[in-house]
């Protein structure tokens, strides 16, 4: 049973009030936090929930040395019948897990996962914005917090669980996502921790994120390691690509490549519909030909935070080129739409995969 500490100091009504108005993402937090311990030969205890507060941390912690640390990306929503839900946290603790055995790091039980999620969301539902797709995004994360300096796996961890009020994580009207191609970065290699959920990898995903921008462009895609010509996927999305013929194809996954919860949930929605779903290997000059002959009708990126994003352009240095009509496809948007429709209660749900917070 997770403990409940009283906040000292919550954030009055109308201040909050003005933070969720237009909360962008990412950057408007809630006032408490979840904070669990673990030590070694003692295993989880201390399980809390507290007023939001920085941390302290002693400087030889070996999160802050030797990069122990894994996160989820997860978000609460307010149902239609006024109630709150979340989308497969079984998913998400199952995939936290497997991050945390990638990195040397203690499992955490699944339920106790579940549970901390779920106390945050109930002690902070009035921070949902009031906006139409205004949702809180649930970060939990784990991290080394013993102190020493050694090259070993840390004896003592801390799990914790943040919320932030957010509206849409791209710009409402901004249409299709332009795409710049990574030719010299790499994201992971086979062996790696490309299918784990750690700082890591989106630290090593940083320089190529800023040259997209600098080019102009929303996002980077990233090619394998070893050929420098398979699509993998983008700096922090899975992607899709959609056919002529009404079929779907997707990178596979390898352990280069994060096992999207979002991904698997469109992959079933589709074979749900009748459509043919493949996960097989897609390269830049198959991609860039198929854009070119009309092969290729649609291509959308997906994540927890961008949901179903459609994909309008792609350049790279080899050269640049548009997706069907550089816009938003029907496919994407019936995709789009049937998930959207189940996060927030409106749809039919076969999979049981709405979890409605108590």
């Given at each position: 049973?997770?403990?409940?500490?009283?906040?000292?100091?919550?954030?009055?009504?109308?201040?909050?009030?003005?933070?969720?108005?237009?909360?962008?993402?990412?950057?408007?937090?809630?006032?408490?936090?979840?904070?669990?311990?673990?030590?070694?030969?003692?295993?989880?205890h201390d399980e809390r929930l507290v007023a939001r507060a920085p941390l302290t941390l002693d400087p030889a912690a070996a999160v802050l040395h030797y990069a122990q640390e894994i996160f989820e990306g997860m978000k609460a929503y307010r149902l239609a019948d006024g109630g709150f839900g979340l989308f497969r946290p079984d998913a998400n603790a199952a995939r936290f897990n497997q991050s945390a055995q990638r990195m040397a790091m203690p499992a955490l039980p699944?339920?106790?996962?579940?549970?901390?999620?779920?106390?945050?969301?109930?002690?902070?539902?009035?921070?949902?914005?009031?906006?139409?797709?205004?949702?809180?995004?649930?970060?939990?994360?784990?991290?080394?917090?013993?102190?020493?300096?050694g090259v070993r796996p840390a004896r003592e961890y801390r799990f914790m669980v943040i919320a932030s009020a957010v509206g849409a994580y791209f710009k409402a009207g901004g249409g299709a996502l332009s795409l710049w191609v990574s030719e010299h970065y790499t994201r992971a290699a086979r062996g790696g921790t490309g299918a784990a959920k750690c700082g890591g990898n989106?630290?090593?995903?940083l320089i190529a994120q800023a040259e997209a921008i600098e080019k102009g462009h929303d996002q980077v895609v990233f090619l394998d390691a070893v050929e420098n010509r398979w699509i993998e996927e983008l700096g922090g999305m899975n992607i899709f690509f959609v056919f002529a013929d009404g079929s779907l194809q997707t990178p596979p996954l390898g352990g280069?490549?994060?096992?999207?919860?979002?991904?698997?949930?469109?992959?079933?929605?589709?074979?749900d519909a009748g459509m043919?779903?493949?996960?097989?290997?897609?390269?830049?000059?198959?991609?860039?030909?198929?854009?070119?002959?009309?092969?290729?009708?649609?291509?959308f990126a997906c994540g927890t935070a961008a949901v179903v994003t459609p994909i309008g352009k792609v350049a790279a240095e080899s050269g640049d080129f548009t997706i069907g009509a550089g816009a938003l496809g029907q496919l994407t948007q019936k995709l789009r739409q049937q998930l959207v429709g189940i996060q927030h209660g409106v749809a039919p749900d076969p999979h049981n995969w709405l979890h409605r917070i108590r």
């Open positions: 049973m997770i403990a409940s500490v009283p906040h000292p100091h919550p954030t009055p009504a109308d201040a909050r009030a003005r933070l969720i108005a237009n909360p962008g993402f990412g950057t408007v937090f809630t006032d408490h936090m979840i904070d669990i311990r673990y030590t070694e030969g003692k295993g989880w699944e339920d106790l996962f579940v549970e901390a999620v779920e106390t945050l969301v109930r002690a902070d539902a009035a921070w949902f914005p009031p906006m139409d797709g205004g949702v809180l995004y649930l970060r939990p994360f784990m991290f080394a917090s013993e102190a020493f300096l989106y630290a090593g995903s280069t490549i994060l096992p999207g919860i979002t991904r698997d949930a469109l992959m079933t929605l589709a074979h043919t779903v493949r996960e097989a290997p897609y390269a830049l000059d198959q991609w860039r030909a198929d854009a070119h002959s009309g092969k290729l009708v649609e291509c």
